[in-house]
Protein backbone atom coordinates (compact mmCIF):
# COMPACT_ATOMS: atom_id res chain seq x y z
CA UNK A 1 0.00 0.00 0.00
CA UNK A 2 2.97 2.24 -0.71
CA UNK A 3 2.52 5.54 -2.03
CA UNK A 4 5.12 5.93 -4.84
CA UNK A 5 3.52 4.33 -7.53
CA UNK A 6 5.56 1.14 -8.96
CA UNK A 7 6.49 0.59 -12.93
CA UNK A 8 3.96 -2.28 -14.56
CA UNK A 9 7.10 -4.23 -14.79
CA UNK A 10 7.47 -4.72 -10.87
CA UNK A 11 4.02 -5.74 -10.83
CA UNK A 12 4.73 -8.30 -13.59
CA UNK A 13 7.82 -9.55 -12.41
CA UNK A 14 6.10 -10.52 -9.27
CA UNK A 15 3.17 -12.01 -10.28
CA UNK A 16 5.15 -13.93 -13.01
CA UNK A 17 7.56 -14.99 -10.35
CA UNK A 18 4.84 -16.51 -8.18
CA UNK A 19 3.19 -18.42 -11.16
CA UNK A 20 6.76 -19.39 -12.11
CA UNK A 21 7.31 -20.79 -8.22
CA UNK A 22 3.74 -22.05 -7.72
CA UNK A 23 3.94 -23.57 -11.45
CA UNK A 24 7.54 -25.60 -10.11
CA UNK A 25 5.83 -27.05 -6.98
CA UNK A 26 2.95 -28.20 -8.77
CA UNK A 27 4.94 -29.92 -11.71
CA UNK A 28 6.42 -31.73 -8.95
CA UNK A 29 3.89 -32.48 -7.42
CA UNK A 30 2.28 -34.22 -10.15
CA UNK A 31 5.69 -36.01 -11.27
CA UNK A 32 5.58 -37.72 -7.59
CA UNK A 33 2.19 -38.58 -7.76
CA UNK A 34 1.59 -39.58 -11.01
CA UNK A 35 2.96 -43.18 -10.32
CA UNK A 36 0.81 -43.88 -7.20
CA UNK A 37 -2.24 -42.09 -8.53
CA UNK A 38 -2.42 -45.04 -11.41
CA UNK A 39 -1.80 -47.56 -9.07
CA UNK A 40 -4.65 -46.60 -7.00
CA UNK A 41 -7.07 -46.61 -10.41
CA UNK A 42 -5.39 -49.76 -11.34
CA UNK A 43 -6.49 -51.07 -7.77
CA UNK A 44 -10.12 -49.87 -7.94
CA UNK A 45 -9.78 -50.90 -10.94
CA UNK A 46 -9.48 -54.29 -9.60
CA UNK A 47 -11.77 -53.72 -6.99
CA UNK A 48 -14.53 -53.15 -8.94
CA UNK A 49 -13.99 -55.71 -11.20
CA UNK A 50 -13.90 -58.11 -8.19
CA UNK A 51 -17.49 -56.58 -7.48
CA UNK A 52 -19.25 -57.98 -10.48
CA UNK A 53 -17.14 -61.09 -11.12
CA UNK A 54 -17.19 -63.70 -8.44
CA UNK A 55 -13.63 -64.92 -7.82
CA UNK A 56 -14.97 -69.11 -8.02
CA UNK A 57 -16.13 -68.90 -11.25
CA UNK A 58 -12.12 -68.01 -12.50
CA UNK A 59 -8.82 -68.98 -12.34
CA UNK A 60 -6.94 -65.84 -14.73
CA UNK A 61 -6.42 -62.63 -14.24
CA UNK A 62 -9.12 -60.93 -15.97
CA UNK A 63 -7.52 -58.13 -16.48
CA UNK A 64 -4.88 -59.72 -18.83
CA UNK A 65 -6.83 -61.64 -20.75
CA UNK A 66 -9.12 -58.63 -21.56
CA UNK A 67 -10.16 -57.89 -25.70
CA UNK A 68 -10.84 -54.10 -27.10
CA UNK A 69 -14.30 -53.78 -28.95
CA UNK A 70 -15.37 -50.97 -30.56
CA UNK A 71 -18.84 -49.81 -29.83
CA UNK A 72 -21.59 -48.33 -32.22
CA UNK A 73 -20.04 -44.90 -31.53
CA UNK A 74 -16.64 -45.78 -32.27
CA UNK A 75 -14.95 -45.96 -28.97
CA UNK A 76 -13.25 -48.62 -27.89
CA UNK A 77 -14.73 -51.09 -24.91
CA UNK A 78 -12.41 -52.80 -22.93
CA UNK A 79 -13.55 -56.49 -21.66
CA UNK A 80 -12.41 -58.25 -19.15
CA UNK A 81 -12.70 -61.88 -19.50
CA UNK A 82 -12.87 -64.45 -16.86
CA UNK A 83 -11.75 -68.05 -17.89
CA UNK A 84 -11.76 -71.48 -15.91
CA UNK A 85 -9.67 -74.12 -17.57
CA UNK A 86 -9.91 -71.80 -20.89
CA UNK A 87 -13.23 -71.10 -21.33
CA UNK A 88 -14.95 -68.61 -21.21
CA UNK A 89 -17.00 -68.13 -17.57
CA UNK A 90 -17.77 -64.37 -17.29
CA UNK A 91 -17.46 -61.08 -19.01
CA UNK A 92 -16.89 -57.39 -17.16
CA UNK A 93 -16.62 -54.10 -19.55
CA UNK A 94 -17.36 -50.85 -18.52
CA UNK A 95 -20.11 -48.66 -20.14
CA UNK A 96 -20.78 -44.90 -19.36
CA UNK A 97 -24.63 -44.38 -18.18
CA UNK A 98 -25.27 -40.82 -19.91
CA UNK A 99 -27.61 -38.28 -18.31
CA UNK A 100 -26.48 -38.38 -14.59
CA UNK A 101 -27.59 -35.29 -12.70
CA UNK A 102 -23.80 -34.45 -12.23
CA UNK A 103 -22.65 -36.04 -16.15
CA UNK A 104 -21.65 -39.68 -17.38
CA UNK A 105 -21.69 -42.39 -14.55
CA UNK A 106 -19.78 -44.81 -14.85
CA UNK A 107 -20.76 -48.41 -14.74
CA UNK A 108 -19.09 -51.99 -14.68
CA UNK A 109 -21.06 -54.66 -15.49
CA UNK A 110 -20.57 -58.35 -14.97
CA UNK A 111 -22.42 -60.99 -17.72
CA UNK A 112 -22.40 -64.57 -17.73
CA UNK A 113 -21.63 -66.03 -21.71
CA UNK A 114 -25.55 -66.56 -21.96
CA UNK A 115 -26.17 -62.53 -21.19
CA UNK A 116 -27.17 -62.82 -17.28
CA UNK A 117 -26.01 -59.78 -15.32
CA UNK A 118 -23.88 -61.17 -12.54
CA UNK A 119 -23.66 -57.71 -10.92
CA UNK A 120 -23.17 -53.78 -11.54
CA UNK A 121 -21.56 -51.71 -9.74
CA UNK A 122 -20.55 -48.20 -10.38
CA UNK A 123 -17.26 -46.67 -10.60
CA UNK A 124 -17.57 -42.99 -11.08
CA UNK A 125 -20.34 -40.69 -10.87
CA UNK A 126 -20.84 -37.15 -9.65
CA UNK A 127 -23.99 -37.61 -8.13
CA UNK A 128 -25.90 -35.00 -5.73
CA UNK A 129 -24.28 -36.80 -2.17
CA UNK A 130 -27.32 -37.69 -0.16
CA UNK A 131 -29.77 -38.12 -3.14
CA UNK A 132 -28.30 -39.72 -6.69
CA UNK A 133 -25.77 -41.42 -4.76
CA UNK A 134 -27.40 -43.94 -3.15
CA UNK A 135 -26.86 -46.34 -6.37
CA UNK A 136 -23.22 -46.02 -4.67
CA UNK A 137 -23.19 -49.72 -3.67
CA UNK A 138 -21.15 -48.51 0.13
CA UNK A 139 -24.64 -46.18 0.77
CA UNK A 140 -27.26 -48.51 -0.24
CA UNK A 141 -27.77 -51.66 -2.01
CA UNK A 142 -30.47 -50.38 -4.46
CA UNK A 143 -27.47 -51.51 -7.27
CA UNK A 144 -28.15 -55.41 -6.81
CA UNK A 145 -30.78 -55.04 -7.37
CA UNK A 146 -30.04 -56.05 -11.71
CA UNK A 147 -28.14 -58.60 -10.42
CA UNK A 148 -29.66 -61.65 -12.22
CA UNK A 149 -31.81 -59.96 -14.94
CA UNK A 150 -31.39 -60.04 -18.35
CA UNK A 151 -32.42 -58.38 -22.02
CA UNK A 152 -35.53 -60.56 -21.85
CA UNK A 153 -35.73 -60.27 -17.76
CA UNK A 154 -37.74 -58.27 -17.80
CA UNK A 155 -38.93 -57.59 -21.02
CA UNK A 156 -37.20 -54.32 -22.86
CA UNK A 157 -39.88 -52.15 -22.68
CA UNK A 158 -39.64 -52.31 -18.81
CA UNK A 159 -35.93 -51.35 -18.37
CA UNK A 160 -36.98 -48.19 -17.56
CA UNK A 161 -37.85 -47.00 -14.14
CA UNK A 162 -41.49 -46.84 -12.79
CA UNK A 163 -42.09 -43.29 -13.36
CA UNK A 164 -41.13 -43.54 -17.26
CA UNK A 165 -43.82 -46.89 -17.55
CA UNK A 166 -40.92 -49.78 -16.16
CA UNK A 167 -40.44 -51.61 -13.62
CA UNK A 168 -37.31 -50.42 -11.71
CA UNK A 169 -38.20 -48.13 -8.57
CA UNK A 170 -36.28 -44.60 -8.59
CA UNK A 171 -35.60 -43.29 -4.82
CA UNK A 172 -36.95 -40.57 -3.11
CA UNK A 173 -36.15 -37.23 -4.43
CA UNK A 174 -34.22 -38.73 -7.47
CA UNK A 175 -35.51 -40.26 -10.64
CA UNK A 176 -32.63 -38.66 -13.21
CA UNK A 177 -29.88 -40.78 -11.48
CA UNK A 178 -31.66 -44.27 -11.28
CA UNK A 179 -33.10 -43.27 -14.84
CA UNK A 180 -29.61 -42.93 -16.23
CA UNK A 181 -28.34 -46.29 -14.60
CA UNK A 182 -30.87 -48.09 -15.92
CA UNK A 183 -30.78 -46.71 -19.19
CA UNK A 184 -27.03 -47.34 -18.94
CA UNK A 185 -27.27 -51.28 -17.66
CA UNK A 186 -29.95 -51.57 -20.46
CA UNK A 187 -27.22 -50.40 -23.36
CA UNK A 188 -24.76 -52.32 -21.71
CA UNK A 189 -26.71 -55.59 -22.21
CA UNK A 190 -27.83 -54.63 -25.71
CA UNK A 191 -23.75 -54.23 -26.65
CA UNK A 192 -23.36 -57.85 -24.68
CA UNK A 193 -26.00 -58.55 -28.13
CA UNK A 194 -24.88 -57.31 -30.76
CA UNK A 195 -21.13 -58.43 -29.56
CA UNK A 196 -20.93 -61.52 -27.27
CA UNK A 197 -19.63 -64.01 -30.67
CA UNK A 198 -16.89 -61.23 -30.80
CA UNK A 199 -16.12 -61.54 -27.20
CA UNK A 200 -16.39 -65.36 -26.65
CA UNK A 201 -14.17 -65.99 -29.52
CA UNK A 202 -11.12 -63.53 -29.57
CA UNK A 203 -8.28 -64.46 -28.01
CA UNK B 1 -0.28 -11.28 22.87
CA UNK B 2 -2.03 -13.81 24.40
CA UNK B 3 -5.22 -12.18 24.65
CA UNK B 4 -4.98 -11.67 20.75
CA UNK B 5 -4.83 -15.36 19.66
CA UNK B 6 -7.51 -15.71 22.23
CA UNK B 7 -9.62 -13.23 20.21
CA UNK B 8 -8.50 -14.59 16.72
CA UNK B 9 -10.15 -18.31 18.25
CA UNK B 10 -13.18 -16.38 19.48
CA UNK B 11 -13.82 -14.76 16.20
CA UNK B 12 -13.28 -17.35 14.18
CA UNK B 13 -15.40 -20.05 16.27
CA UNK B 14 -18.28 -17.76 17.38
CA UNK B 15 -18.18 -14.01 17.38
CA UNK B 16 -17.07 -12.77 13.72
CA UNK B 17 -17.81 -16.79 12.04
CA UNK B 18 -17.54 -17.33 8.24
CA UNK B 19 -20.92 -18.25 7.19
CA UNK B 20 -23.38 -17.62 10.29
CA UNK B 21 -21.77 -13.36 10.74
CA UNK B 22 -19.72 -12.55 7.36
CA UNK B 23 -22.42 -14.69 5.22
CA UNK B 24 -18.84 -16.00 3.07
CA UNK B 25 -18.76 -19.11 1.88
CA UNK B 26 -21.78 -19.83 0.58
CA UNK B 27 -21.23 -21.46 -2.15
CA UNK B 28 -20.06 -24.75 -0.63
CA UNK B 29 -22.40 -24.20 2.53
CA UNK B 30 -25.51 -24.47 0.13
CA UNK B 31 -23.68 -27.76 -1.78
CA UNK B 32 -22.59 -30.06 0.77
CA UNK B 33 -24.62 -29.51 4.06
CA UNK B 34 -27.10 -32.49 2.59
CA UNK B 35 -26.00 -34.63 5.66
CA UNK B 36 -23.95 -33.55 8.41
CA UNK B 37 -21.40 -35.80 7.38
CA UNK B 38 -20.97 -33.69 4.26
CA UNK B 39 -20.70 -30.70 5.67
CA UNK B 40 -18.09 -31.72 8.12
CA UNK B 41 -15.64 -33.23 5.88
CA UNK B 42 -16.05 -30.14 3.10
CA UNK B 43 -15.19 -28.13 6.22
CA UNK B 44 -12.77 -29.85 7.69
CA UNK B 45 -10.72 -29.80 3.86
CA UNK B 46 -11.13 -26.22 3.78
CA UNK B 47 -9.83 -25.23 7.00
CA UNK B 48 -6.67 -27.12 6.10
CA UNK B 49 -6.28 -25.25 2.99
CA UNK B 50 -7.16 -22.16 4.42
CA UNK B 51 -4.44 -22.35 7.13
CA UNK B 52 -2.17 -23.27 4.59
CA UNK B 53 -3.15 -20.53 2.44
CA UNK B 54 -2.98 -18.03 5.52
CA UNK B 55 0.68 -19.27 6.25
CA UNK B 56 1.46 -18.59 3.03
CA UNK B 57 -0.09 -15.05 2.23
CA UNK B 58 1.61 -13.85 5.99
CA UNK B 59 4.96 -14.97 4.82
CA UNK B 60 5.06 -13.65 1.33
CA UNK B 61 3.24 -10.54 2.47
CA UNK B 62 6.11 -7.87 2.29
CA UNK B 63 6.77 -8.95 -1.55
CA UNK B 64 3.48 -8.72 -3.07
CA UNK B 65 2.43 -5.09 -4.43
CA UNK B 66 -1.17 -4.17 -3.75
CA UNK B 67 -1.93 -4.32 -7.45
CA UNK B 68 -1.32 -7.64 -7.73
CA UNK B 69 -2.00 -9.27 -4.79
CA UNK B 70 -5.45 -10.78 -5.83
CA UNK B 71 -3.99 -12.67 -8.46
CA UNK B 72 -1.47 -13.68 -6.13
CA UNK B 73 -4.14 -14.67 -3.49
CA UNK B 74 -5.99 -16.75 -5.61
CA UNK B 75 -2.46 -18.66 -7.04
CA UNK B 76 -1.70 -19.68 -4.02
CA UNK B 77 -5.51 -21.10 -3.10
CA UNK B 78 -5.54 -23.05 -5.99
CA UNK B 79 -1.87 -24.34 -5.77
CA UNK B 80 -3.04 -25.29 -2.46
CA UNK B 81 -5.82 -26.94 -3.41
CA UNK B 82 -4.50 -28.99 -6.48
CA UNK B 83 -1.51 -29.85 -4.03
CA UNK B 84 -3.89 -31.41 -1.34
CA UNK B 85 -6.26 -33.02 -4.26
CA UNK B 86 -2.98 -34.75 -5.95
CA UNK B 87 -1.38 -36.06 -2.57
CA UNK B 88 -4.40 -37.33 -0.93
CA UNK B 89 -4.85 -39.20 -4.35
CA UNK B 90 -1.63 -40.57 -4.07
CA UNK B 91 -1.34 -41.53 -0.74
CA UNK B 92 -4.55 -41.13 1.19
CA UNK B 93 -6.65 -42.82 -1.48
CA UNK B 94 -9.68 -43.98 1.34
CA UNK B 95 -9.90 -40.40 2.23
CA UNK B 96 -10.31 -39.10 -0.81
CA UNK B 97 -12.58 -41.37 -2.47
CA UNK B 98 -15.03 -39.53 -0.14
CA UNK B 99 -13.28 -36.15 0.25
CA UNK B 100 -12.35 -35.72 -3.19
CA UNK B 101 -15.79 -34.96 -4.44
CA UNK B 102 -15.19 -31.54 -1.78
CA UNK B 103 -12.04 -30.56 -2.76
CA UNK B 104 -11.88 -28.87 -6.01
CA UNK B 105 -15.34 -26.99 -4.63
CA UNK B 106 -12.92 -24.98 -1.78
CA UNK B 107 -11.30 -22.81 -4.86
CA UNK B 108 -15.30 -21.91 -5.30
CA UNK B 109 -15.11 -20.02 -1.77
CA UNK B 110 -14.98 -16.56 -0.80
CA UNK B 111 -14.09 -17.35 2.25
CA UNK B 112 -10.21 -18.21 2.28
CA UNK B 113 -9.85 -15.07 -0.22
CA UNK B 114 -11.45 -12.76 2.50
CA UNK B 115 -9.16 -13.85 5.22
CA UNK B 116 -5.72 -13.71 3.04
CA UNK B 117 -7.24 -10.09 2.15
CA UNK B 118 -8.79 -8.97 5.63
CA UNK B 119 -5.94 -10.88 8.21
CA UNK B 120 -2.82 -12.73 6.57
CA UNK B 121 -1.99 -10.13 4.17
CA UNK B 122 -1.09 -7.84 7.41
CA UNK B 123 -0.15 -9.27 10.01
CA UNK B 124 2.60 -11.77 11.31
CA UNK B 125 3.14 -15.74 10.27
CA UNK B 126 2.05 -17.29 13.72
CA UNK B 127 -1.81 -15.03 13.85
CA UNK B 128 -2.44 -15.69 10.63
CA UNK B 129 -2.19 -19.40 10.60
CA UNK B 130 -4.10 -19.61 13.65
CA UNK B 131 -6.48 -17.40 11.94
CA UNK B 132 -6.93 -19.11 8.85
CA UNK B 133 -7.24 -22.38 11.20
CA UNK B 134 -9.96 -21.46 13.43
CA UNK B 135 -11.77 -19.47 10.79
CA UNK B 136 -11.74 -23.22 9.32
CA UNK B 137 -13.14 -25.22 12.41
CA UNK B 138 -15.55 -22.33 12.96
CA UNK B 139 -16.73 -22.99 8.82
CA UNK B 140 -16.68 -26.71 9.98
CA UNK B 141 -18.78 -26.28 12.81
CA UNK B 142 -21.38 -24.44 11.31
CA UNK B 143 -21.19 -26.38 7.97
CA UNK B 144 -21.82 -29.43 10.43
CA UNK B 145 -24.54 -27.73 12.16
CA UNK B 146 -26.73 -26.61 9.35
CA UNK B 147 -26.05 -29.83 7.39
CA UNK B 148 -27.39 -31.82 10.75
CA UNK B 149 -30.18 -29.56 11.08
CA UNK B 150 -31.85 -30.35 7.37
CA UNK B 151 -30.15 -34.60 7.37
CA UNK B 152 -32.82 -34.67 10.41
CA UNK B 153 -35.59 -33.31 9.17
CA UNK B 154 -34.87 -33.78 5.41
CA UNK B 155 -34.39 -37.83 6.16
CA UNK B 156 -34.47 -38.32 9.61
CA UNK B 157 -31.09 -39.62 9.75
CA UNK B 158 -27.79 -37.73 11.55
CA UNK B 159 -23.76 -38.35 10.39
CA UNK B 160 -25.36 -41.33 7.91
CA UNK B 161 -22.23 -42.25 6.20
CA UNK B 162 -19.87 -41.26 9.14
CA UNK B 163 -17.72 -44.44 8.77
CA UNK B 164 -16.92 -43.61 5.48
CA UNK B 165 -15.56 -40.54 6.00
CA UNK B 166 -13.94 -40.92 9.54
CA UNK B 167 -13.21 -44.53 10.09
CA UNK B 168 -15.29 -47.81 11.01
CA UNK B 169 -14.50 -46.88 14.40
CA UNK B 170 -17.21 -44.21 13.92
CA UNK B 171 -20.04 -46.48 13.29
CA UNK B 172 -21.44 -45.04 16.44
CA UNK B 173 -22.36 -41.83 15.57
CA UNK B 174 -24.64 -42.75 12.74
CA UNK B 175 -28.19 -42.72 13.89
CA UNK B 176 -31.34 -42.58 13.04
CA UNK B 177 -33.95 -39.73 14.47
CA UNK B 178 -36.42 -39.96 12.76
CA UNK B 179 -38.86 -43.15 11.61
CA UNK B 180 -37.87 -44.64 8.44
CA UNK B 181 -40.47 -43.17 6.23
CA UNK B 182 -39.45 -39.86 7.59
CA UNK B 183 -38.63 -36.72 4.87
CA UNK B 184 -39.26 -33.26 3.90
CA UNK B 185 -37.57 -33.07 0.86
CA UNK B 186 -37.22 -29.51 0.38
CA UNK B 187 -34.69 -29.28 2.92
CA UNK B 188 -32.35 -31.73 1.40
CA UNK B 189 -33.00 -29.47 -1.83
CA UNK B 190 -31.08 -26.90 -2.25
CA UNK B 191 -33.75 -24.69 -0.95
CA UNK B 192 -33.32 -26.24 2.21
CA UNK B 193 -30.11 -25.08 2.93
CA UNK B 194 -30.97 -21.33 2.33
CA UNK B 195 -33.61 -21.78 4.71
CA UNK B 196 -31.56 -23.21 7.48
CA UNK B 197 -28.83 -20.94 6.70
CA UNK B 198 -31.01 -18.16 7.24
CA UNK B 199 -32.30 -19.35 10.65
CA UNK B 200 -29.25 -20.21 11.49
CA UNK B 201 -27.80 -16.75 11.09
CA UNK B 202 -31.22 -15.18 13.36
CA UNK B 203 -30.18 -17.72 15.65
CA UNK B 204 -26.88 -16.61 16.21
CA UNK B 205 -28.39 -12.94 16.58
CA UNK B 206 -30.72 -13.81 18.90
CA UNK B 207 -27.97 -15.36 21.24
CA UNK B 208 -25.83 -12.75 21.02
CA UNK B 209 -28.20 -10.47 21.88
CA UNK B 210 -29.36 -12.35 24.85
CA UNK B 211 -25.95 -12.19 25.96
CA UNK B 212 -26.01 -8.62 25.74
CA UNK B 213 -23.16 -8.40 22.95
CA UNK B 214 -23.30 -6.43 19.94
CA UNK B 215 -24.66 -7.07 17.05
CA UNK B 216 -21.63 -7.67 14.15
CA UNK B 217 -22.16 -6.39 10.60
CA UNK B 218 -20.33 -6.91 7.57
CA UNK B 219 -17.19 -8.17 9.39
CA UNK B 220 -15.54 -9.07 6.42
CA UNK B 221 -12.86 -6.33 7.05
CA UNK B 222 -12.45 -5.95 10.92
CA UNK B 223 -9.38 -7.51 12.26
Given at each position: ??????????????????????????????????????????????????????????????????????????????????????????????????????????????????????????????????????????????????????????????????????????????????????????????????????????? | ?????????????????????????????????????????????????????????????????????????????????????????????????????????????????????????????????????????????????????????????????????????FHFLESRVM?????ILVLIL??????????????????????????????????
Open positions: MSATIRPTWVHATILGTFCAGFGVMLAATDIATKEPIKDRALEDKMNSLAQVIPKTIHDNNPVIDAVTLKNEEGKDVVVYRAMKAGSVTGLAYEMDASGGYGGPIKLMLGITPDGKLLGVSVIAHKETPGLGDKIDPAKTDWISRFTGLSLGNPPVDKWKVKKDGGQFDQFSGATITPRAVVGGIRHGLEFFAANSSAMMEKK | MSAKYGQIIKDGLWENNGVLCMLLGMCPTMAMTGTATNGFGMGLATAVVMAASNLMVAMFRNWVTHEVRIPVYILIVAANVTFVDLVMNAWMHELYKVLGLFIPLIVSNCLPLARLEAFAAKEPVLPSFLDGLFMGIGFTLALTAIGAVREIIGQGTLFADAALLLGPSPADWGPPGGFLIAGLMVVAKRLIDLASGKEIKMAGAHSV
